[in-house]
């Protein structure tokens, strides 16, 4: 009795799992992405907000990014302000990204190089949802990298 029992109740627990709604792909709002290792030990962070352009699948974004290559005390890095739209494609979503302004580098001695808004090329991304605060995909951009976006939760007073 008791076996028909466990076994009836991880049916259950299955069936309902199965049931769960795909989670929403309104992408709206402030998410978090960091891509895994560029080039030469380069990562890109950054924090990008996404408006949903009425009840259609496009979206218009802007974000900052921080690209940061190399160790300590050798470490370039360059902040940009980026604006984007974002289409679901196949799936997924596409981000494609043109450069706004270059907002910081470092370290002193190579900034007026690493500040050169010709130097430095448009970060995008396609990415798709796996959850209501997870995105995952690929950056593209000079280079190609694995990339991840949390959601930022804001919290209700």
């Known amino acids: 009795m008791r076996v028909a029992l466990a076994a009836f109740v991880l049916l259950a627990a299955g069936s309902a799992s199965a049931q769960k709604p795909q989670p929403e792909e309104d992408i709206s709002g402030r998410w978090l992405f960091q891509t895994i290792l560029v080039k030469k030990g380069c990562k890109i962070e950054g924090?990008?907000?996404?408006?949903?352009?009425?009840?259609?699948?496009n979206y218009t974004c802007a974000f900052?990014?921080?690209?940061?290559?190399?160790?300590?005390?050798?470490?370039?890095?360059?902040k940009v302000k980026q604006s984007c739209t974002a289409k679901l494609k196949n799936g997924g979503f596409e981000i494609m990204s043109k450069v706004?302004?270059?907002?910081?580098?470092?370290?002193?001695?190579?900034?007026?190089?690493?500040?050169?808004p010709g130097g430095y090329s448009p970060d995008n991304f396609t990415v798709r949802v796996l959850s209501d605060t997870v995105m995952?995909?690929?950056?593209?951009?000079?280079?190609?990298a694995a990339v991840r976006f949390e959601r930022v939760l804001e919290r209700i007073s």
Do not use: H, Y
């Open 47 to 57: 924090d990008i907000s996404f408006k949903r352009q009425g009840k259609s699948d």
């Open 64 to 78: 900052v990014s921080t690209e940061t290559c190399g160790k300590a005390p050798q470490q370039n890095w360059t």
């Open 100 to 116: 706004e302004q270059m907002l910081d580098a470092g370290p002193k001695e190579v900034r007026e190089t690493l500040m050169d």
């Open 136 to 144: 995952a995909g690929q950056f593209f951009s000079r280079n190609v």
